[in-house]
């Protein structure tokens, strides 16, 4: 149980495109998402955290309108990565969150690589 | 404001014998301290957790580790490695209750020789 998908694996773009990375939680139901970015031998660092039904909340740094996440369903949140430029080839995660009463734990999904040309 | 630092940035050890990962923690609150494992091109796998509840936590393939309030740590131990435990660890802390906001430590990769 608690499987997070992410697709695609992998995308390849270029500079100047856009590119949308789903996030689904397979066999449970996640009010909150968060996404994760991940440079090359580096640790994950939070850019937002996304929950059903309202805006994501993003962290100091993280441009929302560059990085635009939707969280429709309590199974589905969106990351789409606009105008996307060389620097912003990484590696990005996203988990799902179960929990309550103060007791979370958050699975993660395989990660999205992304290079942009 | 929470922080974890891994003290190492690579381990090595040989097959069978005992590993540690070392992590030391900050945080204003009662924290929640995980360890993660992230193999190559796969998602991060839940190793163990504390919650404020036991402080010598047993996690999934042997491992475990100890919380020791007094020395703020939170170091991972296994008896035996194995090959198969070559991968990357991370320390996270997260402050209780709320969003449940993780902060990753810089990470660990061990390396096990035959």
């Known amino acids: 149980g608690a499987v997070v998908s992410q697709h695609p694996s992998w995308v390849i773009c270029k500079s100047g495109t856009s590119v949308k990375i789903e996030c689904r939680s397979l066999?449970?139901?996640?009010?909150?998402m968060f996404w994760y970015r991940q440079f090359p031998k580096q640790s994950l660092m939070l850019m937002a955290t996304?929950?059903?039904?309202?805006?994501?909340?993003?962290e100091q740094g993280v441009e929302k309108d560059k990085f635009l996440i939707n969280h429709a369903s309590l199974t589905l949140s969106t990351l789409t990565v606009t105008s996307a430029h060389p620097e912003d080839s990484s590696f990005y995660i996203c988990?799902?969150?179960?929990?309550?009463?103060?007791?979370?734990?958050?699975?993660f999904g395989p990660g999205t690589r992304l290079t942009v040309t | 404001a929470q922080s974890v630092t891994q003290l190492d940035s690579h381990v090595s050890v040989s097959e069978g014998t005992p590993v540690l990962l070392r992590c030391n923690y900050s945080?204003?609150?009662?924290?929640?301290l995980f360890w993660y494992v992230q193999h190559p091109n796969k998602g991060l796998q839940l190793l163990l957790k504390?919650?404020?509840?036991?402080?010598l936590v047993k996690g999934i393939n042997g491992f475990e580790a100890e919380f020791k309030k007094s020395e703020t740590s939170f170091h991972l131990t296994k008896p035996s490695a194995h090959m198969s435990d070559a991968a990357e660890y991370f320390c996270?802390?997260?402050?209780?209750?709320?969003?449940?906001?993780?902060?990753f430590g810089t990470g660990t990769r061990l390396l096990v020789s035959p």
């Open positions: 988990s799902a969150s179960i929990g309550s009463g103060g007791s979370y734990e958050q699975y």
């Open positions: 996304s929950n059903e039904g309202s805006k994501a909340t993003y």
């Open positions: 996270v802390v997260s402050e209780n209750g709320g969003f449940q906001k993780l902060v």
């Open positions: 945080s204003s609150y009662s924290p929640s």
């Open positions: 504390y919650t404020s509840a036991a402080t």
């Open positions: 066999d449970f139901q996640a009010t909150t």
